[in-house]
């Protein structure tokens, strides 16, 4: 016994180093990964009995672990219904009930469902397939989810963002440009960010404050679960879904702390050695009977990295701050959530920010740039309802500004008040209708030092409803209907009322076993988009004689997908047509617009085994202007989409599960694209980086987590295909991080 309290006490004031260096030294944030408390927490289930794997496969989606299971250990079996608000533990037993099969929970969190062979008194695990895993979607068994794509827990645990780009990292269909956070921006199959659907924790975002920045900057280390839909998005997806939308969700208490618990925290530190940047993080989070609260802070500190060139390239420090607070009540089948989260970049840029620089202008090399986003969001739903009685409601609040102090003082700010008020009706196990109302108040305002502040505002009232059905065992059927009514009002108070019908619908059919063809359209009114508050002249903007319209776009997608023996393999075409997207110019006037189409195909192919896999996106993507491509450039597009072209992504991972040792690989890579060529412009060059990670969970000191990472390790001197100006003879493009290393440390107590 007194070995035991020795090693304990060890092992304690081991911890305590480790928790004072992370303090001590600077720190960059990991991503909060999966805690062994996500088998005790409750979710809302619904499986029907079917095939054990595809019942598995439904319990990933509905609980957001990640699931492994053999496929010579559940071939032939079905399982059990499962339906009702209980813990994934207690979901799996009941999945599994009878059944001969015997499932661990890992020490990441992971589930490993499996034969039990009992040879000379050992436990023999069958070789296993790895299932990744979404966040909690309560519509994810709908046919509109069924091309949506699922970044969880553990998928960012694995790429261990410090930006959004790494969120996306592995995605070859969404892409983002910028080598510094508050310049980048999302394009999903080649349409950029304004034109989707963006919420965070369910509250809309209105972001588009200046062309030369990003749109949403998020810090990564406050995400659990982000989920993209691509193309054609559902109704409930709110308005301005014009080619499809983007759901981001921050972290929980209960995503952290075990069920047993009642304190718990984190304390993070990482070094990036390119650009000697520190960061800190630091977390707590609890609860008190049917109270949980959460903090988190993060610091980053860091100076200009050094490109492939070898070269300092100006403007791209770090100095960012953010902070997620949340307090909740879940008491008698209610919850009650309230929630703030806060975003600042605040450091020297580039002149224009998104790129280096314009050869043919004498403009100062950089300037400071003050980019800050926050979020006040409100969240009621039930705990418990499979009936007819399933409500949510969100009200939100978010604010994102741009301040550039010299030379003029300017600041453009946006401001947006939105509700949703919505209803699951349970029909049955497999047939559901959500039907809502929902509200927004968006301003985009403008002033200098010679400007009071101007603004265009944008007020709407939508009711929407989205059937998700299966008439049949191997069909599912998702269709919807919204109707929006806008009013617009510009610069000189000119009210432009617009109203319009949306509709979309999907099917996923399973035409043989793990074989599903899927296939999408939707016809979406957008509203009138304001414009960004930067290129506002009052007194000689002309909103009269109805020249501005609202958007209107259709979208279609058709994919197969197709898994077996832990091969997976799919394929998508998409094509997005959009009429009527504003792009106002300061001195041509607020009703310039154009018409824009995207189209392409993705595809992705992938292998799991025991404790790791493999996987290869490419997407090939085309952007069309006005019917004509010597308008496709990167200008003309930028508040529409982006001239892509052909580009790759590689994902893979081994867990060495007795070492406590992960390994893992990335590459990432865009052909040479001639489009823009057609335009005049130069053609985009074409490039290849390579990265590899190394993480480790000492089984001695289980409360730390270790990681190594090397990034563009080949050096390679490139800009992002999604960055700005590329195909442009006077601009000097933003250029990427050359060769970095990445040590971060974790401590969770």
């Known amino acids: 016994?007194?070995?035991?309290?020795?090693?304990?006490?060890?092992?304690?004031?081991?911890?305590?180093?480790?928790?004072?260096?992370?303090?001590?030294?600077?720190?960059?944030?990991?991503?909060?990964?999966?805690?062994?408390?996500?088998?005790?927490?409750?979710?809302?289930?619904?499986?029907?009995?079917?095939?054990?794997?595809?019942?598995?496969?439904?319990?990933?989606?509905?609980?957001?672990?990640?699931?492994?299971?053999?496929?010579?250990?559940?071939?032939?079996?079905?399982?059990?219904?499962?339906?009702?608000?209980?813990?994934?533990?207690?979901?799996?037993?009941?999945?599994?009930?009878?059944?001969?099969?015997?499932?661990?929970?890992?020490?990441?969190?992971?589930?490993?469902?499996?034969?039990?062979?009992?040879?000379?008194?050992?436990?023999?695990?069958?070789?296993?397939?790895?299932?990744?895993?979404?966040?909690?979607?309560?519509?994810?068994d709908g046919a509109d989810r069924a091309t949506s794509k699922y970044i969880s827990a553990a998928t960012l645990a694995r790429r261990n963002p410090t930006s959004v780009k790494k969120v996306y990292a592995g995605e070859a269909a969404i892409s983002v440009g910028g080598g510094i956070p508050s310049s980048q921006k999302v394009f999903v199959r080649g349409v950029e960010e304004h034109n989707l659907a963006?919420?965070?924790?369910?509250?809309?975002?209105?972001?588009?404050?200046?062309?030369?920045?990003?749109?949403?900057?998020?810090?990564?280390?406050?995400?659990?679960?982000?989920?993209?839909?691509?193309?054609?998005?559902?109704?409930?997806?709110?308005?301005?879904?014009?080619?499809?939308?983007?759901?981001?969700?921050?972290?929980?208490?209960?995503?952290?702390?075990?069920?047993?618990?009642?304190?718990?925290?984190?304390?993070?530190?990482s070094y990036d050695t390119n650009s000697e940047t520190f960061t800190n993080s630091e977390s707590m989070y609890g609860r008190v009977g049917n109270l949980e609260a959460l903090g988190f802070f993060k610091w980053s500190k860091g100076d200009d990295y050094d490109s492939g060139l070898g070269k300092q390239t100006v403007g791209t420090g770090t100095n960012l701050r953010s902070f997620l607070g949340k307090v909740a009540h879940e008491a008698n089948n209610h919850r009650f959530e309230l929630s703030g989260e806060s975003v600042k970049d605040d450091a020297n840029r580039p002149f224009r920010a998104n790129l280096q620089n314009l050869t043919n202008r004498n403009e100062a090399p950089e300037r400071i740039y003050t980019v800050e986003r926050s979020n006040v969001v409100f969240n009621y739903n039930m705990t418990h309802a499979d009936g007819w009685l399933d409500p949510r409601v969100t009200i939100g609040y978010g604010v994102s500004s741009v301040k550039v102090p010299e030379p003029y003082g300017s600041k453009g700010e946006t401001r947006s008040l939105s509700a949703k008020v919505e209803n699951d009706f349970h029909l049955d196990t497999e047939n559901k209708i959500t039907a809502g109302l929902d509200f927004y108040n968006d301003i985009n305002a403008y002033k200098d030092n010679s400007t009071t502040e101007v603004d265009e505002r944008a007020r709407n009232f939508g009711i929407y409803t989205q059937a998700r059905l299966q008439p049949m065992e191997d069909l599912k059927w998702s269709v919807g209907l919204r109707g929006d009514a806008q009013t617009f009002t510009g610069l000189d108070g000119t009210d432009i009322d617009s109203q319009g019908l949306s509709g979309n619908t999907s099917v996923a059919y399973e035409v043989v076993k793990d074989t599903t063809l899927k296939a999408g359209y939707s016809n979406v009114f957008g509203g009138i988009i304001l414009s960004e508050g930067f290129i506002y002249n009052k007194g000689a903007w002309d909103y009269t004689n109805n020249q501005v319209k609202p958007t209107r776009a259709q979208n279609y997608t058709v994919g197969i997908e197709t898994k077996h023996s832990g091969f997976t393999f799919g394929f998508d075409v998409f094509r997005t047509e959009a009429d009527n997207v504003r792009n106002p110019t300061f001195s041509g006037g607020p009703h310039l617009k154009h018409d824009f189409v995207t189209h392409g195909y993705e595809l992705g192919v992938g292998y799991d085994w025991t404790n790791g896999f493999a996987k290869l996106t490419f997407s090939d993507t085309a952007i069309k202007v006005d019917g004509s491509a010597a308008k496709s450039d990167s200008d003309t597009t930028q508040y529409l989409g982006a001239p892509l072209g052909k580009v790759y992504a590689v994902e893979a991972e081994h867990t060495f599960a007795d070492l406590g040792l992960t390994i893992g690989g990335t590459i990432d890579g865009a052909l040479k694209n001639k489009d823009t060529q057609k335009a005049g412009n130069l053609a985009l060059d074409g490039y290849v980086t390579y990265g590899l990670y190394t993480e480790y969970k000492p089984k001695e000191l289980d409360f730390l987590t270790l990681r190594l990472e090397g990034n563009n390790l080949n050096d390679q001197a490139y800009t992002d295909r999604a960055s700005y100006g590329q195909d442009f003879a006077n601009v000097d493009p933003a250029l990427e991080a050359g060769r970095s290393f990445l040590l971060s440390l974790r401590a969770d107590f």
Do not use: C, W
Request: proline share 3%.
């Open 198 to 269: 963006v919420t965070i924790d369910g509250a809309r975002h209105n972001n588009k404050v200046f062309h030369h920045s990003g749109n949403n900057l998020i810090d990564p280390s406050l995400l659990k679960a982000v989920r993209v839909d691509p193309s054609v998005a559902p109704a409930d997806a709110g308005p301005g879904a014009i080619a499809g939308g983007i759901t981001y969700e921050t972290v929980d208490v209960d995503d952290l702390l075990a069920a047993d618990k009642n304190l718990g925290g984190f304390v993070t530190a």
């Open 1 to 140: 016994m007194s070995g035991f309290k020795g090693n304990l006490r060890n092992k304690n004031i081991l911890r305590a180093i480790a928790v004072s260096l992370v303090f001590t030294g600077g720190i960059a944030t990991t991503t909060t990964g999966f805690a062994q408390s996500a088998v005790t927490k409750e979710y809302d289930f619904n499986i029907p009995a079917q095939s054990l794997a595809d019942a598995l496969n439904s319990f990933a989606v509905q609980s957001g672990l990640q699931v492994s299971a053999s496929s010579d250990a559940v071939r032939g079996l079905q399982n059990q219904a499962v339906q009702g608000r209980m813990s994934a533990q207690q979901a799996l037993t009941q999945l599994t009930n009878g059944l001969g099969l015997y499932f661990e929970v890992k020490q990441d969190g992971a589930v490993v469902v499996s034969k039990v062979q009992t040879d000379a008194g050992t436990v023999t695990l069958t070789p296993i397939t790895v299932a990744e895993a979404s966040s909690t979607d309560r519509h994810a």
